[in-house]
């Protein structure tokens, strides 16, 4: 009877059960607003997201010329409004370099009340921003997903017509890591230090 007893002793503690797998990770939410972070501070989008009233142009980000402004709603001022140049699709590519492009949708930038400045910020203060319905336009998160999975002006960044660069990240990628990251509850990456713009 011991010599079973000590037999069951010995199978329970040396019997070796396979470790439990490891969880998944889930999707890291913090790189997956680095992705989102890149594609909006890419100059297809810091173009029409400045930091003051004039439009940016060019891959270089260079003002925009003809002293184009963003006006009282984002279309233009009163008598130089978007829709004066930028029509409803891109040149053909046998225009050449330098025409406005077009698009669907009519041309413009965000209005005064919610900018939605792109550049030359942190990604804290951007991912904040975003997230902002009074510095947004209102939006939730299931509002912004759809925003920049379907709103022909952000669909435009991947085809900009001749002369310009596309954005640098597949439209699929962009908003799979947008996703990720609002699926995730969108947390925001830390400040680098106080004061971090």
Not at 23 to 52: D, I, K, T, Y
Not at 70 to 94: F, I, M, V, W, Y
Not at 111 to 126: D, R, T, Y
Request: charged share 20%; glycine share 10%.
């Amino acid at each position: 009877m011991k010599a079973l007893l000590c037999a069951a002793c010995f199978a329970a503690f040396s019997c070796s059960h396979a470790p439990a797998p490891a969880p998944q990770p889930a999707a890291r939410p913090v790189p997956a607003f680095e992705r989102v972070r890149a594609v909006l501070q890419s100059p297809r989008c810091v173009n029409c997201h400045p930091a003051g009233d004039a439009p940016l142009q060019g891959d270089d980000g260079h003002a925009h010329l003809q002293f184009v402004r963003r006006g009282p709603e984002g279309r233009g001022e009163p008598g130089l409004a978007c829709a004066t140049c930028h029509g409803k699709q891109n040149p053909p590519d046998s225009y050449g370099a330098h025409v406005p492009p077009g698009v669907s949708t009519e041309w413009r930038l965000p209005p005064p009340e919610h900018k939605m400045v792109f550049a030359g910020i942190g990604s804290a203060a951007l991912c904040e921003q975003l997230k902002d319905p009074k510095q947004n336009g209102g939006k939730d998160m299931a509002a912004l997903l759809h925003h920049v999975s379907a709103d022909p002006l952000v669909l435009w960044g991947w085809s900009p017509g001749f002369g310009r660069r596309a954005v640098p990240v597949s439209h699929e990628e962009f908003v799979r890591a947008f996703k990720a990251w609002a699926d995730a509850g969108a947390p925001c990456p830390p400040r680098a230090v106080a004061g971090d713009p």
